[in-house]
Structure formats: C-alpha cells, structure tokens
C-alpha cells in the first residue's frame, strides 16, 4: 500500500529529472537559433566550431569539476592553477627547455596543485571551499612573483597549434580534445567501479567511510585529476593567446561551477551526469559566442554568467515548492 | 580569594585567542621596525590605520555571515558598484553635500546586502555559491554604471574629500567611523536578543529552530548588514583614494576573510568577536603594510595573503579538534584502580 | 480537572509514509500523562507538532478551550508549551545560562539590551533552586551526556510553563537523578502544570503517571487511567501481538569465541572493557543512553582507535585501523542511524547493498552490471525486503526495510561479527518482529551477534547473554536464564549494593 503512494508520487519527479538534460539541450538549440539569426555566418560547419575555440578551455574543466563536486568537493582554485601552470610553461620555456618538456611541466604544475588542494581537504578535514579560496589567492600570487606584469611572448608556433590549430579539416584539435575527455568522463563516470564509488561518497560519506570505501583517497585523486586539467586549460589558453601571462582565466571557475550546476550537478554532492554538463558547456558556450559578437563587454557578459548561475541554482528551491503545493493541493482534496 | 580570582582571569585572557594574535602584532611590530624604522613614524601609522580602518568595519560584516556560518565574497564588488555610483552621482551634481553621497552608497550596499539575503534565507542557496554569483554580477554593473568612464581625480569634489580627511574629535574620521560602528557592533552582537540569535543559529541551525529562531530573517539580516557596511565603506574607499574604476576593491573580499579569520572567527560559525576581528584587522593590515617597509615588491602580495589565510585555517582547525579531544577526554574522567 | 490541550485527529505525512494517523489526544491541568509506544510509533512526532516545530496535515488543537495553530516553536513556547527534547537540542558555544534563556532574555526598558548580569544570576539562582550544581557561565561543550541533559531541563523548567513535554527525559540519567526529576515533576503537578511524559521504561510510567496513551505505528490505541491498567496489557496494547512472536528466538548450538576484547580503552568513553563474542551467539549489551556502548562498538570497527587495550579475532591479536579492515576481517557495525551511517537513501536497493562488495563484480574497474544484480536480488530474496523491486530508491523504503537492506549488505559482505546498534529503532511491530527472526536464524547459521539496545525487553527477548555499562564501564554480565528487567535495568542505572 505505502509503496503504491509512493509510486505515484515518484513519478513526475523522476520524469522531471529525466528530462533535465532534455530541457538544456532545447536552450541549447535555442541559443544556436538566435546565434543563427545574429550571424547568418554561423552556418558554415568551420564557422560552427570556431565559435567553441573561445571557450573550450573552460567546458574540458567543467568535466573533471563536475565528478569532484559529485562526490562533494568543490575547487575554486583552478582558474589559479590554469595561470599558473602556463605561467610556468612559459618560464621554463624562456629558461631554454624545449617546449614539449615545458608542457609537461606545466601539467605536472597542475596535478601537484590539484593533490596539494586534495591533500589538505582530505588530512586537514577543513572545508574544500574554504581551503580552495585561500589556495585562488595563493597559485594566482605564484604567476605574479614568477612574471610580475610582464608575459613570456615569443612561444614556438609548434606551441600555439594546441590552441588554435585544426585536426583534419576543420574540427579544432581543442575541441577534439574536449570530446575525447567527455567520452573518458562519461564512461568513468557512469559505467566504473570509481564512478559508482563516487555517487556514494558524494551522497553520504559516512556511509561511505563505515561500508570500507576510502572516501579521502577517492577525493584526493579527483583534486588531483581537476588540477591536471586545470593545468591543461590552462596550457591550451596559453596556446591560443600566443603568451604565458599571470592574468589569464580570470573568473573561470565560476563558469566552470555555473556551467556543472546548469547542466545538472547538486552542488552538495551526489547528483549530476557527464551528458548534461556536456549540454551545458555547449550551451554557455554559445551564449558568449553571441554576446561577443554583439560586442558586449567580458565584465557584463560575467554579469550573465552569473545570473545564469543563481537561476541554476534556485531551481531545486522552486521545484521543491512547486512539489510541495502539487502534494498539498493533492493532500487537500 | 580576590588575588585568585585575579589571577585565574589573567589565566583565562592568556589562553584567549586575542592575547595569542596581540602577542603576535607586537613581535611583527618589533621585527618590522628592526629592519626600517620608517614603520614607527606617525605617517605611515597614520596611512596604514586608515586603509585598515574601512578593512576593520566591511571585516566586522563579513564576520556576521561566517558567524552564521556563511560567507559574502560579494563585499569587494559592493564596495567597487558603491563607490562607482557615488562617485558618478558626485560628477553629475557637484553641489550634492557629502552626507548624501554617503547615505546613497550606504543604501546601493544595503539594497546589494538584501538581495544576496533574499537568494540564501529565501531562496536557499549556499551563501558561498550565492555571493560568488553576486560578486560577479555587481562586479559587471559597475562597468555598466559606469559605461566605462572612470570616476577620476578631477570628479572628486573638495567636500567629498575632506570625507576620509576629515577629523572629529582629533581622530580622522575614516577610524572614528570604524571605532563606532565597532562599538555598535558589539552592543548589537553581544547585547541583544537579535545578536545573540544570529550566534545561536551559526552554532545549531536545528537547535535554533527549537527555539524558534526564523532561518530566514537571520540571513537576510546579516547579508543586509554585511552588503550595508561594504556600500558606506564603497564611498569612503573612493573618497580616500580619489578614484572609482572597475577593478577597485577587486579581491577584497578575500582581505575581509583574512582578517576574520585570522581574528579567531571560526568557519564552521558560532564563534567569533568584533574584537579579534579588529585585532586580526591590524593584525592583516600591518603584515600588508610591512610587506611593502621590508621592501617585498606588490608581486608577492596575492600569494602572502592567500598563504596567511591557509595558515590561519589550518591553525584553527588543528586547534578546535585539539579542544575537541581535550573535551571528550575531560567529559568523563575514570580514577586510576 | 480543566482540559489544558486537545489535539483532535491530527495526522502527519512524511514523504510518502503515514507518521500519525487520526490521532486523538488530551491534556488535563495537573495530571501527568504518559504517551507510550515502541519506538517508532509516533510519540516523537506527535511532541513536534504540538510544539510548533512540524505542522499538521490534518487535525486540530484546542490550547485552554481555544483553538490554536502553530507556525514555529517559538508560537507554542509563547502560548506556554515547553519541551525536552531526546536529541540534543542546545548550542554548545554559548554558556549554560545563555541557552536557558535564548530568545527570551531578560531585556532593559527602552535601550533593549540583554541584562547579563540579571541572566547569570536568574540562571544561577534558578539552577540553584533546583539543588544541582552547575555553573551557568560555563559553555555547554564542556559539560557530559547527563549534564547537557539536566540542562535541557532546567531550560524547560525556566519557561514556567502550562504545559511541559519531556521525551524521553531519563535515557540517559542515573538512578538518583531520575528519582530527582520524578520529585519536581510531581511538585508541577501539584501547582496544575500539565505534563506529558515519554518513556521507554515501563516501571517509570507506572510510577509517575496519571494516565497513559499508548500509540501503535502512528494509530493511537486507547486512553487508560494507570489505576486500572496492568503492565502485561500496557504491553500488548504497545505490541498488538504477543510477546513470544516479537521475540522469537531460537535456542542454537553456541560454539568457541571469536571476537575477545581485553582491557579496551578510551579516554572520555569507556575504559577497560573486556568481553567475549561466541559463534552463533547474540550478546546483548544494555546500558543507558551515552553509557559508551556505541563508542565501544565503533572502536571495535575501527571508526575510533582504542587508547589501550587489545582485540583478538579467533585468538589472534588484530589491529583495526578503519572500517575498512574492520570489514576485511568480517566484522559488520549496523549504526542506530541507518540514513546517515549505514545506507545511501538516494541510491536504490542494488547500488546499497553491493557498496562493500563491488570489487567482484569489476573487471578493470568496469561493472558488470548484470552480475551485481543477481546478487543483489539474490538477498533481496533471502531477507524477504518488502519493495516493488531491487530498482527502488532506499530512501522510500519503510524503516524495517531498510534495515533489511543494510543487513543484506553486510550478509552479502559476507560478515561473520554483527555489531547491530539499536537494531529496531523506528521500525513498526510486524517488521521488528521479522528483524528479531532474521537475527535468530543468522545466529543459527553460525554469526556471532553483539546487540547493543536500550529496549530492557528486546534484550532480554533476543539474549543468550547479556553485558551491562554504566559510566564507561563493564558492570555486569547476565545469562539468559536469570535475566529480568529489574536485574538488567538495576546494573544499568548504576545502583550501587542492589
């Protein structure tokens, strides 16, 4: 009998998450109409994937990002961890190490950062956001010391393929980048033991912890993940913009955050899928896309980003009410 | 009897928090004036208290939503949008009086505080994430306001100057405003019935409910007041720098939380004084100061700050799981057989 | 006497479960009325509504021939309703006096400012008067178990109020100190409080109160004066079934020990603790709330470290660092709070119960899917969960069977040690029933049981032996066969020559 009533009651909740991904994908295609009709150029298939260039730096983060938040940790350190990795490509290039060790150790940088966030969170048990605000400061601080106001210019043209160049007629390799990660993610996440384990963490730790999972391990090794790829953002911008500077990125980790919470991610943990974050990357994506080519300004097209993210974020909140007087009005009658 | 008991409460202000970060001021304070003496001048203690002085009372705001256990990393942006506003406000009427410009940027704070407070007791975001937005999206409208024209030293008006210059009392007036508003603080916080709630909420959101306390009005209450604090203390910043541009007060979100945490404000809420948070003000506000004395170039300020904070955390969180064990071992004592 | 509360047909939901239904219940001037039930049945809930904290779906409340609503605690506390509370309910920062009076210290005329120095004395002097010692400037973090208890209910005493709810006011108080509160109870009455008593423990019931209202898986069952009222039919209004049923164990073949712990310690908790678990054998372990019964377990499954002493499996001496390896050594800890310790409710039944054992069905870290399912079905068959299926979210599950579910986690683990804390708490009668017999026959086919309860009668009921803390210690140790409730309930209060 109870098991009837819940049934009943399960059912438009579930289909309402089911469709979650369903309703972005429609924005999405929203957002590429008007992209469409502001400039009718967007058609030509080349024209389509150069607009993602702009931003395929951010959406490859929100990847790892989006499993990190799952199993509830959240890293606001990694627009940092993006500048200064290339700040240190830049330098060790500058140094006279060729290139491709230069890369290597900027994504060494990176991973090094992500486990120093991870160490810290997991050993120290201080919240993740708390430990990763301070760690902004401190790797944004590492670029400036290393560079102060001046950027390293002269990278190899070999170097500034990575960001900008295409890998067979017209798809550019960053974005190729980006789909083979997602495929990787996607998988990892939804089809592995690791995947699995991180759903449970996420959603109750000590549960986690008292049925023999090593939740600190588990997370540890995500912040270790979400550093590498912060540092390969991190390279591929460098890359695109031809110079290693301290100041890039600026502001990524919240569309990074904003991007993962659209695409469905519960910022406490638990919930979310690689689809819909996939989603929502394109869709952000090409929001900016059109606000550029309308010219607005990188601060107001923030002022979007953010907007977009607080509406992500009180949908739980109106849905759960609208649940509430759905039940009510039920209850009622 | 009297000499004990003196002599305990001298034992209990040593094993307070603000003793330990006195003791550390004054070791800096030596340290610094070692190595350039130029730090004892009244000039310069002069410079540094004003710059701590709007610090200390957007620090004291900051310090009511972690109490709660909240953040408002929105303060910077408040201060930028504020400061902008008034400023632009001051170009087009000249002949506006000073006391207007700063109720008007008090208000642009107020009306910021109360829409972060809407979207967490309201709307139930987390604070953290809400104000992340926030920051952002006040950070874009002060470009907007602005249409990208910069308030300038040339806008400034004689009048709106004298605001940070000024003296009543002998004391300039940007450390009058923040020893007032401290004491208000402190009386509001610790000497009534609202002040203790918001105590007992950041301590026990459950518990709080047993006792009625509304969730809601709490954190629109001390949003308001956070984003209040952040929009008066927008006008003073430009009147003491004489310039409003898009990225004033950018990252000062990051010094308020420094202070407070450095000031014994715990993260985890329930705990923490206008006090400490004064002293972890003077304390901020004096490294920063010597940072430039011992001659350590603009550069390295970012990482030293995020690395003061890191410290500070870490220090409190290895110490309250200390207290933590300490108490557990305390609660029951077994006599040895 | 005058009616001072009536609730009329209240009923609650929550998610999708019926909590109260049609209750009917009343409240007389001077009269202590005690509300019983098994744990589980709604007392709880009943207490929250009537102080505010939830809301009724349907019902009604008359306050003093007036019909009254409440939004938050705070309404109810202003219409001179007061409470304690079972879980710990005070803000452990602030000191003691600070707690008593939150929200409605004593404030001056105009400046309206707290008067300290009239609320430390108000509170010192009031703590006083109830001859206890404590300090009310003390913060409530440095106090123990029993002390933030007391505090909660000098907090309730201070409102002065009509009406005074206590839940479960003496799990975890000794002997002296319940008889303490009994006396001022009593004194209430005699000025026309009305109070609501609940309690777990039968004899107090029937000490202290006027009338009784017993409540059965949210259902009230009937109203009776205590004058005429008998405990074996208290009891089977509480149970609905004969005793015999709900505790249907099974004599087994009780074979050598495998869990041996000497001399266990931790500072604070409990000290020298020293038992033996046999095979096929359920160990019950009684003692009052915060006695250290659970610190013990959880020592045992590695979540803490012992301070001292050792741990023997089979004999052989073993270091238990974390749940982990407490797990790999086949010793399972079922915590009292199921949804925060032993399941995930988001997850459904297969993704539960697989958690410790998902290694096996991983090739290179790849599930396979079907095989986690055989499984999974394979115990969702064996502990008769009642669900439409192994796909169903735990979360929606009733409390008996999510039990069931983490049992068939730790069976699928393959665990030979069940450490089961409070094994039936917030189940209704049929599944508890169900429980006890899946308990029964998993003792039967050779697990080793340690069954921490403070339900004197479930112990009793399900013991082959039965170990008694008190204070952090070991007290006691009683067979089966000269186990009462009086004798286990004794050594458990700490009396001391009985």
């Given at each position: 009998m109870p098991n009837e009533?819940?049934?009943?009651?399960?059912?438009?909740?579930?289909?309402?998450?089911?469709?979650?991904?369903?309703?972005?994908?429609?924005?999405?295609?929203?957002?590429?109409?008007?992209?469409l009709i502001l400039s009718p150029d967007l058609f030509r298939v080349a024209n389509l994937f150069d607009a993602t260039l702009t931003f395929t730096e951010k959406s490859i983060l929100t990847l790892p990002m989006a499993l990190l938040i799952i199993s509830g940790v959240i890293d606001i350190s990694v627009a940092s961890i993006s500048a200064m990795s290339g700040v240190i490509l830049g330098v060790c290039y500058k140094a006279g190490m060729a290139i491709g060790y230069a890369t290597v150790i900027g994504l060494a940088v990176g991973l090094s950062a992500g486990l120093l966030n991870g160490v810290i969170i997991t050993r120290l048990k201080i919240p993740s956001i708390v430990v990763t605000l301070a760690m902004m400061l401190f790797y944004r601080g590492v670029g400036y010391i290393l560079l102060g106001d001046t950027a390293v210019r002269d990278l190899p043209q070999r170097f500034g393929l990575l960001g900008g160049a295409y890998s067979s007629t017209f798809i550019p390799i960053q974005f190729m980048i980006f789909i083979l990660l997602a495929v990787i993610f996607g998988f990892l996440l939804h089809r592995t033991r690791f995947g699995r384990l991180i759903y449970i963490v996420g959603n109750n730790e000590n549960t986690a912890r008292y049925s023999g999972v090593r939740v600190d391990r588990i997370r540890l090794i995500l912040c270790g993940v979400t550093g590498l790829i912060a540092g390969l953002s991190g390279i591929l911008l460098t890359s695109r913009i031809g110079s290693a500077r301290p100041d890039i990125a600026q502001g990524n980790e919240m569309a990074v955050i904003t991007i993962c919470l659209l695409g469905g991610v519960y910022i406490f943990g638990g919930k979310g899928s690689i689809i819909g974050v996939v989603i929502a990357a394109l869709m952000i994506g090409y929001v900016h896309y059109g606000l550029s080519i309308l010219n607005v300004q990188e601060q107001v097209i923030r002022i979007f980003t953010g907007g977009l993210l607080i509406i992500a974020l009180l949908i739980p909140t109106i849905a759960s009410r609208f649940r509430a007087s759905v039940k009510h009005r039920r209850g009622g009658s | 009897m009297n000499s004990r008991s003196y002599k305990s409460r001298l034992r209990e202000l040593v094993r307070r928090r603000e003793f330990g970060i006195f003791i550390i001021i004054v070791i800096v304070m030596v340290l610094v004036g070692l190595r350039n003496p130029i730090f004892f001048t009244g000039d310069n203690w002069k410079d540094m208290l004003m710059y701590a002085s709007i610090l200390a009372f957007i620090s004291i705001g900051q310090m009511m939503t972690i109490v709660t256990g909240g953040i408002d990393l929105s303060v910077g942006s408040v201060v930028a949008l504020s400061g902008m506003s008034v400023g632009i406000i001051m170009r087009d009427n000249p002949a506006l009086p000073p006391v207007v410009l700063i109720l008007l940027g008090t208000v642009f704070g107020l009306g910021c505080g109360i829409i972060n407070g809407l979207l967490i007791g309201k709307g139930k975001v987390h604070p953290l994430i809400t104000t992340l937005a926030t920051m952002s999206i006040y950070r874009g409208l002060v470009v907007v306001v602005s249409r990208s024209r910069w308030v300038v030293y040339g806008d400034i008006t004689k009048g709106f100057k004298l605001i940070a210059r000024g003296n009543i009392l002998g004391i300039n007036n940007l450390m009058f405003a923040a020893l007032i508003i401290a004491v208000v603080s402190y009386y509001f916080l610790n000497h009534t019935r609202k002040g203790r709630e918001i105590y007992a909420y950041g301590d026990h959101q459950e518990a709080a409910k047993f006792v009625g306390i509304n969730s809601t009005r709490i954190n629109i209450l001390v949003y308001a007041l956070s984003g209040m604090l952040a929009g008066f203390g927008g006008v003073l910043w430009v009147s003491r720098v004489h310039t409003a541009q898009a990225n004033t007060a950018l990252g000062y979100e990051m010094q308020t939380i420094a202070s407070c945490v450095i000031g014994g404000v715990s993260i985890f809420g329930g705990v923490g004084s206008v006090f400490g948070v004064l002293l972890g003000t003077l304390l901020f506000g004096i490294i920063l100061n010597s940072l430039e004395l011992i001659g350590i170039v603009d550069f390295w300020k970012l990482s030293v700050q995020g690395f003061i904070i890191l410290v500070a955390v870490i220090f409190d969180a290895v110490l309250s799981h200390r207290v933590a064990e300490q108490m557990r071992k305390q609660r029951r004592v077994f006599d040895a057989e | 006497m005058e009616h001072l509360l009536t609730l009329e047909r209240i009923t609650k939901i929550f998610t999708g479960t019926?909590?109260?239904?049609?209750?009917?219940?009343?409240?007389?001037?001077?009269?202590?009325?005690?509300?019983?039930?098994?744990?589980?049945?709604?007392?709880?809930?009943?207490?929250?509504?009537?102080?505010?904290?939830?809301?009724?779906?349907?019902?009604?409340?008359?306050?003093?021939?007036?019909?009254?609503?409440?939004?938050?605690?705070?309404?109810?506390?202003?219409?001179?309703?007061?409470?304690?509370?079972?879980?710990?309910?005070?803000?452990?920062?602030l000191s003691i006096a600070e707690n008593i009076y939150m929200g409605h210290q004593e404030i001056r005329p105009?400046?309206?400012?707290?008067?300290?120095?009239?609320?430390?004395?108000?509170?010192?002097?009031?703590?006083?008067?109830?001859?206890?010692?404590?300090?009310?400037?003390?913060?409530?973090?440095?106090?123990?178990?029993?002390?933030?208890?007391?505090?909660?209910?000098?907090?309730a005493l201070s409102a002065d109020a009509k009406i005074l709810i206590m839940d479960e006011p003496t799990a975890s108080l000794t002997k002296e100190e319940i008889d303490y509160l009994f006396r001022i109870a009593r004194k209430l009455r005699e000025e026309g409080t009305g109070i609501i008593f609940i309690s777990h423990r039968l004899e107090e019931v029937f000490d202290i109160a006027d009338r009784v209202t017993v409540i059965r898986d949210g259902k009230k069952v009937g109203t009776v004066p205590k004058d005429k009222l008998k405990v074996e039919e208290l009891v089977r209004m509480m149970v609905g079934k004969d005793l015999k049923t709900l505790y249907p164990k099974e004599e087994v073949e009780i074979g050598e020990p495998v869990l041996r712990i000497e001399n266990l310690s931790r500072h604070g908790e409990f000290d020298k603790v020293s038992f033996e678990l046999k095979k096929g054998e359920i160990l019950g372990m009684a003692g009052l709330v915060g006695a250290g019964r659970t610190e013990v377990a959880r020592t045992i499954f590695g979540v803490e470290n012992p301070e001292g002493?050792?741990?023997?499996?089979?004999?052989?001496?073993?270091?238990?660092?974390?749940p982990r390896q407490a797990m790999e050594l086949g010793i399972a800890y079922l915590s009292e709070s199921r949804g925060e310790y032993?399941?995930?409710?988001?997850?459904?039944?297969?993704?539960?119960?697989?958690?410790?054992?998902?290694?096996?069905?991983?090739?290179?870290?790849?599930?396979?899917?079907?095989?986690?399912?055989?499984?999974?079905?394979?115990?969702?068959?064996?502990?008769?969960?009642?669900?439409?299926?192994?796909?169903?979210?735990?979360?929606?599950?009733?409390?008996?069977?999510?039990?069931?579910?983490?049992?068939?986690?730790?069976?699928?683990?393959?665990?030979?040690?069940?450490i089961l804390d409070e094994p039936t708490k917030g189940i209704d009668i049929a599944t508890k029933a169900a429980v006890h017999k899946l308990m029964s026959d998993l003792a039967g086919e050779g697990k080793a049981i340690l069954m921490i309860s403070s339900e004197i009668p479930e112990i009793i009921g399900m013991s082959d032996r039965i170990i008694v803390m008190n204070e952090g210690r070991l007290v006691s140790e009683i067979t089966r066969r000269e186990a009462t409730q009086e004798i286990v309930l004794t050594a458990a209060l700490g009396e001391k020559g009985k």
């Open positions: 009533r819940e049934k009943k009651k399960r059912l438009p909740l579930a289909d309402m998450l089911k469709t979650w991904e369903f309703t972005i994908f429609m924005l999405l295609i929203a957002v590429f109409v008007i992209n | - | 019926l909590a109260l239904s049609d209750v009917d219940f009343d409240l007389r001037q001077g009269e202590i009325h005690a509300l019983v039930g098994e744990n589980g049945a709604g007392k709880s809930t009943l207490i929250k509504i009537i102080t505010g904290i939830y809301q009724p779906d349907g019902g009604q409340m008359t306050l003093e021939g007036r019909r009254v609503v409440f939004p938050d605690a705070r309404a109810s506390y202003d219409h001179g309703i007061a409470a304690i509370y079972q879980e710990a309910s005070l803000f452990e920062d105009v400046t309206r400012n707290i008067r300290w120095g009239a609320l430390y004395r108000k509170a010192g002097e009031f703590i006083k008067s109830l001859e206890v010692n404590l300090n009310p400037r003390a913060l409530v973090k440095s106090l123990s178990i029993a002390e933030k208890q007391l505090v909660e209910i000098i907090k002493g050792r741990i023997f499996l089979e004999g052989k001496q073993v270091r238990i660092e974390n032993g399941l995930v409710l988001q997850l459904d039944i297969t993704q539960n119960i697989t958690i410790p054992i998902l290694k096996r069905f991983s090739r290179f870290g790849w599930i396979n899917r079907t095989d986690e399912r055989d499984t999974a079905k394979r115990f969702y068959d064996l502990l008769d969960i009642r669900a439409t299926g192994i796909q169903q979210k735990v979360g929606s599950l009733s409390g008996g069977n999510q039990q069931k579910v983490s049992l068939a986690k730790w069976l699928a683990a393959n665990a030979k040690i069940l």
